[in-house]
Structures are given as C-alpha cells and as structure tokens.
C-alpha cells in the first residue's frame, strides 16, 4: 500500500517560514521524481516544486528564491522549506510522487496571515 504523508503545515505570519515533510511509503523512492503542489480556495491546483532521482529542481517564478524543495532518499522523504512567507501562499500543499505510477498525498494547510 503506497502511502504519502505531509506535515508540517500551520499559521505562520507574513515573512515567517515553514518546512514540509512529506514520508513516503510502498513505493522504491529513490526512482520517483517528486512535487509539491498546492491548492488555494477557488483556484486550480499549481506546480510549486519539482525535484528528479538525480536531485535536479524547479520551481514557480513565484516562489523562486523563497523555497527549496530537497529528497533524503535514506529517509524516503521529500521537504519544502518555505521562507519570507507571503498572505498569496496560503494553500493546501500536497506531496506528488511520479513514477512507475503516481501517487498523492492528502495535503498540509499552510496559512499565511497575520
């Protein structure tokens, strides 16, 4: 049974920062690219990070330089720090696992608010 889990999420003020986890379970991690994507209310799911097996990364021009998406493959888990928060971050973040098939997560809220 594959199984991906988030944490991590939370209220945070503006400029503040959170870090997400996301474990992964079931599946051989190492051969999976994976992904952060998020869900504010009324608005599409959106591509926020992306990082290959090889480590490799991409990002929304919106996040650039605030977040970082990085793999412990010892640990099958995948991270997002997000720093100098901002209010147009708040979402639901779900983890996405691409591979032999593809796999999500059930989502962490982030709230950006003062």
């Known amino acids: 049974q594959v199984q991906l889990v988030e944490s991590g999420g939370g209220l945070v003020q503006p400029g503040g920062s959170l870090r997400l986890s996301c474990a992964a379970s079931?599946?051989?991690?190492?051969?999976?690219?994976m992904h952060w994507y998020r869900q504010a209310p009324g608005k599409q799911r959106e591509l926020v990070a992306a990082?290959?097996?090889?480590?490799?990364?991409n990002y929304v021009d919106s996040v650039k330089g605030r977040f970082t998406i990085s793999r412990d493959n010892a640990k099958n888990t995948v991270y997002l720090q997000m720093n100098s928060l901002k209010p147009g971050d708040t979402a639901v973040y779900y983890c996405?696992?691409?591979?032999?098939?593809?796999?999500w997560g059930q989502g962490t809220q982030v709230t950006v608010s003062s």
């Open positions: 996405n696992a691409k591979g032999p098939g593809t796999y």
């Open positions: 990082i290959t097996r090889s480590g490799n990364t």
């Open positions: 079931g599946i051989t991690f190492s051969i999976y690219a």
